[in-house]
């Protein structure tokens, strides 16, 4: 919507017209109602194990138990073997791939869950987007406090340069942004999308190095495994916490490329598609 | 662009295409309609105004465009200050969350501040007389004390123009009267008052200035009295015959496959006092319904019935003209039946025709639709009492309010026999 706000004899003027171009993002709006979106996130956190008699506990479950499933079918079964103990392998990287494919899921999912606020008050319609992929965190660190558990079992010291990791979180955040701000306004228009996200993104696991090291990728898919934009993210981030695998400027140049991709792509495509959803919805 | 004015449209428009979205790319079979068309009006720094206009009309969308939910498709409008609009109470109530969270949650949807909410808080709370159940899920509430947190919250918000639209049609009559004072007392407080309703007498009571919209185009921007008397007058002669024609091919008819049709009914309309069929009509205004019916072949016992029912369908009384006992024969007939007591509250109602003669001879479930208007009967203390509350206007006088010398315990230890 183009909505622009300017100052005449000291009092704010909005003006209201037909929309046309690239509005923006509305990062001024977005600053105006920070407050919002930190409701909205608390709001997630606090609403998301509501009435489970596990509560939070949903959080370290998820993770821990794929975990499980990991060792005994690609550990056990599948022979492939890592320099650190495969559970402590498996359970850091799921735990970041949990925060992405939740926060893929969820954000694809928000602006058609927020349908009755979107059709009933004006705020901007990118906080509802963000909103989830912020609450991930949250699930993210309970997460990582299973791995820090593991680690003391294992008795395993993280390298120095494990500070690096919330990079990589943040490369993953930034990742699920992109393709939600596409996923959630096409999902407005196209409710296929709710089927195809979760589906998509099993099968982007197994394409993905979380359950088994990059060095056990074949050479004939070595070249999907370069594109995949999340080899860098991952393998980065195993790199950095547990100092196995390598880290390779191609993969992270193709992560970090995607993902400021997908954000402007995503940020263009949204604020085009933002002024019609309270119409379309 | 004077600086008196807090709102300034001009050739708004909202084009809506209909028809199936996101299917063929050939822009065959769509339809468009022009929700808003060429709409341009002011509103004055700390003036209420208020929006009539039938359903359909354009009101909500007006509103919507003004606060930002929708763009408009042409024109522009100018807004000075800060909006707060109100198109639904409890926008973004959590079910799961606590009254006191979603107090500040939608608060914050709403566009309050945090610690603008937090020095509310208490206000809100008893405003809405929810202060026990503050920390209990809003899933456990009463509808009526969900609408009435939801409304305490609204009610304090406090932006320099505020859109409001149908909410009060909610909560209980008392609930709603606090409701309208508040609302008065914004109006009073300088504030800029969008108002949507269909309850004229709120409009009348709450704004001085009131605009009509009609197929999307203002038909009547001035004096809230002139135009809201100028609006109820139009839906007077909408319908120019005000005559149903129910034969055969007529749209009423619905396919009746237990009926004999020896009689079928042709046509109905109510009258006024003048003997003019209408279809609107004034609160407390008698009723007398003119129906035709041809009688195909000899009919012994035939009864007649009207039942007015509610949009919902819900019967709320019938008229049995009694059995006719000798025979009746084949002809063309009219009856007409007449109240006295229209007890209906505003609002839309259906006339169900019935003859049988002991078996359904002819059934028209809605054969008429006819509407009841606010404002002409309405009694004062009447105004706040909703549909809700029930939609038929029973006569009563009250006592004052005394005080009860008796204690209340000496009451309650008095043992009682209930039944045998």
Known sequence: ??????????????????????????????????????????????????????????????????MIVFTVVINHI???????????????????????????????????????????????????????????????????????????????????????????????????????????????????????VPFVLQLWLWATPVAYPGSA???????????????????????ALLGTGHIRVLHLAISIGTALVLLLGGALYFSRAERAFADVI | MS?????????????????????????????????????????????????????????TTLLKILSRITAPTTGEARIRGSVGSLLEVGTGFHPELSGRDNVYLNGAILGMRRREIKAKFDEIVA??????????????????????????????????????????AVGDASFQRKCLGKMGEVSNEGRTVVFVSHNMAAVRSLTSRALWLDHGRIAADGATGDVVTEYLASTIDEEVSGVVDLTENSSRR?????????????????????????LAFGEGTPLRLDMRFDVREPVRF???????????????????????????????????????????????????????????????????????????????????VTRADGIIRVRSTWSGVERDEQPASALAREPRLVGP
């Not at chain 1, 690239?22 to 998301?48: P, S």
Request: with cysteine; glycine share 8%; aromatic share 12%.
């Open chain 2, 254 to 278: 619905t396919v009746s496959k237990f009926t004999a049709q020896r009689v079928r009914f042709t046509s109905v309309s109510l009258l006024d006092a003048d003997d003019r069929p209408m």
């Open chain 2, 302 to 384: 035939l009864e007649l019935y009207v039942r007015v029912k509610s949009t919902e369908g819900q019967r709320l009384f019938t008229s049995f003209a009694g059995q006719i006992e000798s025979t009746v024969y084949p002809g063309r007939y009219r009856s007409i039946c007449e109240f006295p007591e229209n007890p209906l509250r505003p609002g839309r109602y259906v006339v169900e025709l019935v003859a049988r003669a002991a078996d359904p001879e002819d059934i028209v479930p809605s054969a008429l639709v006819f509407a009841v208007e606010a404002g002409h009967l309405e009694e004062e203390n009447m105004r706040y």
């Open chain 1, 1 to 66: 919507m183009a909505a622009a706000v300017t100052t005449e004899k000291q009092q704010p003027t909005l003006v209201i017209r037909p929309p046309s171009g690239f509005a923006g993002l509305g990062v001024g709006d977005l600053w105006r109602f920070r407050e919002l979106l930190l409701f909205l996130t608390w709001r997630d956190i606090k609403i998301r194990y509501k009435q489970t008699v596990l509560g939070a506990a949903w959080a370290l479950l998820q993770p821990f138990l794929t």
């Open chain 1, 217 to 239: 990728v074949p050479a004939k898919f070595k070249l999907l495994y370069t594109l995949n934009p999340m080899t860098g993210v991952v393998e980065g981030y195993r790199w």
């Open chain 1, 78 to 196: 599948g022979k492939v073997h890592t320099p650190i103990p495969y559970p402590l392998f498996a359970l850091s990287t799921l735990a970041l791939w949990y925060y992405f494919s939740n926060s893929v899921n969820l954000t694809s999912a928000s602006l058609v869950g927020s349908a009755a606020l979107i059709t009933k008050v004006y705020f901007p319609r990118i906080s509802v987007v963000l909103s989830p992929i912020l609450a991930g965190l949250v699930d993210f660190c309970l997460a990582f406090l299973l791995v820090a558990g593991a680690m003391v079992y294992y008795g395993f010291a993280p390298p120095v340069h494990a500070l690096l990791v919330p990079l990589f979180v943040v490369l993953a955040g930034l990742m699920a942004l992109g393709l939600g701000l596409v996923l959630s306004a096409l999902n407005v228009k196209y409710r296929d999308i709710r089927y195809a």
């Open chain 2, 127 to 168: 405003f809405a007389e929810v202060e026990r159940f503050i920390d209990t899920p809003v899933k456990r509430y009463s509808s009526g004390m969900y609408v009435r947190l939801a409304f305490a919250v609204a009610a304090h918000l406090e932006p320099d123009i505020l859109i409001v639209d149908e909410v009060l």
């Open chain 2, 3 to 59: 600086s008196d004015l807090a709102i300034e449209a001009r050739g708004l428009g909202k084009l809506y295409v209909l028809g199936e979205r996101g299917r063929s790319p050939i822009r065959r079979n769509r339809e468009e309609l022009w929700a808003l068309r060429d709409v341009a009006f002011e509103v004055e720094r700390g003036a209420a105004m208020g929006v009539v206009g039938h359903n359909g009309a354009g009101k």
